[in-house]
């Protein structure tokens, strides 16, 4: 028989996770800017406060740093709170409660206190909005021991992603990200409710070359993937989903068979995600293992500029990715 | 006796920013003695446990930052009596050692805690610093300033969810006033009149730095006024005083009508950190110093108890002994219990565990 599944969008799906959640468990609900007004995150919580009720979909003054206090403390008091952020650039004013404070409170407390908090940060960019409506800067945060994080590309993880992380009994950073919300696809109906402790998933499976990523990265390394198709070249696309904690064997795995890594990043290169996923391949597999010398495709290490072409230089982009392909795999060189 | 220039901005505190006003003994009001008692008790553990510690800070025994709150033990224990532990919540800071014991933590705990051993509150990965006691609702504390004053609020929201009467109590200094995330908690707290209790302990220190040099007025209530937070300015030295002013606005919070601001007017005996009094670090309290002491809320409820008659001097010596002999077998027992294991470390960063 046939699983039931729903056609649904990136961005309905992240809807549908909130839904569901606040159908089935009483103690969550989400507080943040925006949450009574139809476009601050795009098609992702429609009229979830007409659904389910103001007391359950708070909509805040403008304080960051409280508001995400404030569910840390109604976390670590029972409830399983959802604290939106709608641009990455504005949760940044909330860093100690998301660092330094919900991050830590497990160590330091030696699990006196759990804080099952959902932090969730829309990486908003593009469209000539400039240096501060452009940051993702998920690599500093999944820098930090405790926090984990989870950057969802596929559909089926925007949901079940969101569902898992505030099922969670540690502290989850959940980036998403606009450029992803009108992907589709057929997922199953019910979520899976542990979507955040299955590690990185081969989402295109290949022979001449890794390609990893997360959130929109993996996206466009799976684009690529389908470009190098065409061109003769097998390439296996990892999606990391989760990027801390960071479990790196099936990328390492997948490096070992096909001898050659692009590392594909929405974020800049200094001590960023992809020098990471970089290192922890090298250091693991043995000298030789790999045919080519790994590549990143990242941000340019500069503020997103507002500037129409100037910006269209500086995203990582499907043909970038396919460039460092063919980079890697040497033009010519026949493949096996 | 010497007074300090009342300046005007020193004014706004009343007779109690003056450290030769309110030596006398508190007025008992109408608490049963037992009540009266017991609050003395608690304060007079708080007193013996951080001379215990600073004995242990001054051998190097204890390595963490100990911040000492002696002096200021009637605001802890005041705010405390007006509690329904665990349902309501409380949240401290750097100096909380009283707020713990207040609540009710376990003193050989605390004490463990302290010299990072396992059988502490925190099974030693915290330190002074780092205190929870969720059985008495005290759910942490934490020495980044104002960090728990967001926490409390949202500990209050969740409160309301609930349904269940709580009021939660973030504790913190007058320094704390002076962080942006103060005045969002209590614009966030009055907008939902969430049922939550900005308990402000205006030591008139933050760290050394005194409030006339941080602050162009010496209280800090006007942020209260400023964001239509009910609020009380009290003298943080009388336990009876405090404590009737924590029931008023607990009572508010459960009555479904919002939040407090509580500046308590106190002074802290030890230095910002350490066993010393600071007149080492550039801090000129020679002066005031000694007539704080004379406002020493432990014996001003002495001396009110033993008026009344509820208590005996032969009363007030067993008491204090009972304490001193608590924390003797407390340290003892802390030097002996065994430090975390080597995985600890890494054992409590997740739970791993799902709803």
């Keep these: ?336 | 006796m010497q007074s300090i220039e009342l300046t005007s901005a020193a004014r706004a505190l009343g007779l109690l920013a003056d450290p030769a006003q309110g030596h006398a003994p508190v007025a008992l009001g109408s608490r049963p003695p037992e009540a009266l008692v017991a609050m003395l008790r608690s304060m007079m553990l708080i007193r013996a446990a951080e001379n215990g510690i600073a004995e242990l800070v001054r051998t190097g025994e204890a390595r963490c930052p100990c911040h000492l709150a002696a002096g200021q033990e009637a605001c802890a224990v005041g705010v405390a009596a007006a509690l329904d532990t665990p349902r309501d919540k409380s949240f401290g800071a750097h100096r909380s050692h009283g707020h713990y014991l207040a609540v009710g933590g376990d003193l050989d705990a605390l004490l463990a805690e302290v010299l990072g051993k396992e059988t502490g509150c925190s099974h030693g990965m915290g330190g002074s610093m780092h205190l929870v006691s969720p059985e008495h609702g005290l759910l942490g504390t934490v020495p980044i300033v104002g960090a728990t004053i967001p926490i409390a609020t949202g500990a209050a929201l969740a409160a309301r969810l609930d349904g269940s009467g709580g009021v939660s109590v973030s504790f913190f200094g007058d320094g704390a006033t002076e962080e942006g995330v103060f005045h969002e908690s209590m614009n966030l707290a009055a907008t939902m009149a969430l049922p939550v209790l900005f308990v402000c302990e205006n030591n008139l220190f933050s760290s050394h730095l005194h409030i006339s040099l941080r602050q162009p007025d010496w209280s800090t209530a006007r942020y209260a006024e400023a964001h239509k937070v009910a609020w009380e300015v009290v003298d943080g030295n009388d336990v009876v005083a405090v404590a009737d002013a924590a029931e008023r606005a607990v009572a508010r919070g459960r009555a479904g009508h919002g939040p407090t601001f509580l500046e308590l007017v106190t002074y802290r005996w030890y230095g910002h950190v350490g066993p010393r009094d600071d007149q080492d670090v550039g801090v000129k309290r020679d002066g005031e110093l000694p007539l704080w002491k004379r406002r020493d809320p432990i014996r001003r409820l002495e001396e009110a108890l033993v008026a009344s008659g509820a208590l005996e001097p032969g009363d007030v010596a067993s008491l204090r002994q009972a304490v001193d002999a608590d924390v003797e077998r407390a340290v003892e027992l802390a030097r002996r219990a065994p430090y975390p294991q080597a995985d600890a470390t890494a054992k409590y960063l997740y739970t791993g565990g799902t709803r």
């Excluded at chain 1, 990523?213 to 097998?234: F, H, K, N, V, W």
Aim: charged share 20%; glycine share 8%.
């Design chain 1, 1 to 336: 028989m046939k699983e039931e599944t729903l056609s649904l969008s990136y961005g309905t799906a992240v809807r549908e996770g909130f839904a569901y959640l606040l159908r089935e468990h009483p103690e969550v609900f989400v507080i943040g800017q925006g949450l009574w007004s139809p476009w601050y995150v795009g098609n992702s919580m429609t009229e979830l406060d007409r659904e389910f009720g103001r007391e359950r979909v708070i909509d805040t003054p403008v304080s960051e740093l409280a508001c995400t206090g404030a569910a840390l403390g109604a976390a670590l008091a029972g409830r399983r709170p959802i604290v939106v952020h709608p641009r990455v650039d504005f949760m940044l004013l909330a860093v100690d409660q998301i660092v330094t404070q919900a991050a830590k409170w497990s160590s330091m407390f030696g699990r006196a206190g759990a804080a099952p908090v959902v932090f969730r940060g829309i990486v908003n960019r593009g469209g000539e909005q400039g240096a501060q409506h452009s940051q993702s800067l998920h690599s500093w945060f999944a820098h930090v021991p405790g926090l984990r994080v989870v950057m969802p590309a596929s559909v089926a993880d925007a949901r079940d992603l969101l569902v898992s992380a505030t099922l969670c009994d540690d502290p989850v950073l959940y980036i998403d990200d606009r450029w992803l919300y009108e992907r589709e696809a057929d997922i199953p109906a019910i979520p899976d409710v542990d979507a955040i402790h299955r590690g990185p998933r081969i989402v295109r499976a290949g022979t001449d070359v890794t390609l990893v990523g997360a959130g929109y990265a993996s996206y466009l390394a799976e684009q690529a993937a389908d470009e190098l198709a065409a061109l003769g070249i097998s390439a296996e696309v990892v999606d990391l989903r989760t990027i801390n904690p960071l479990e790196m064997d099936v990328v390492v795995a997948s490096v070992e068979r096909t001898g050659r890594l692009v590392a594909v990043d929405g974020d800049w290169t200094v001590c960023g995600l992809a020098g990471e996923i970089v290192a922890a391949v090298v250091e693991r597999l043995p000298l030789g293992a790999m045919v080519a010398k790994p590549r990143r495709v990242t941000l340019q290490d500069a503020p997103a500029p507002t500037s129409r072409p100037l910006e269209a230089r500086y995203y990582p982009t499907v043909e970038k990715v396919v460039a460092a392909v063919r980079a890697s795999v040497g033009l010519g060189v026949a493949l096996a």
